[in-house]
Nanobody, 120 residues
Framework: VQLVESGGGLVQPGGSLRLSCVASGSILSVNAMGWYRQAPGNQRDLVATITRGGTTEYASSVKGRFTISRDSAKNTVNLQMNSLKPEDTAVYYC???????????????WGQGTQVTVSS
């Protein structure tokens, strides 16, 4: 199973970015998906998650600014980030709770990360 992120980059404060992540491989089902971020010297923290049923959870620091969504048919998860702040600067990682063929083994998978830099 591979998770591949895209959409990171450099943006000015107040700007917007949209991150996308696609899961591929021997996937039987994709359960919860989410985004985490890690700034230099910090631990990896939850940004937002979304269940198969569409229930979402956000870190308090991004509520009202970020929106997570998914397309279950395409095994994708997106993160729309608005009103970005310098403190949002980090490497953003996609995570998927995925069951795989042939034995329906369920594990957590990570993407390679995409850099988001918010700076003027």
């Amino acid at each position: 199973v591979q998770l591949v992120e895209s959409g990171g980059g450099l943006v000015q404060p107040g700007g917007s970015l949209r991150l996308s992540c696609v899961a591929s491989g021997s996937i039987l089902s994709v359960n919860a998906m989410g985004w985490y971020r890690q700034a230099p010297g910090n631990q990896r923290d939850l940004v937002a998650t979304i269940t198969r049923g569409g229930t979402t959870e956000y870190a308090s620091s991004v509520k009202g600014r970020f929106t997570i969504s998914r397309d279950s048919a395409k095994n994708t998860v997106n993160l729309q980030m608005n009103s970005l702040k310098p403190e949002d600067t980090a490497v953003y990682y996609c995570n998927g709770d995925i069951s795989i063929y042939p034995l329906n083994v369920r594990s957590s998978y990570w993407g390679q990360g995409t850099q988001v830099t918010v700076s003027s």
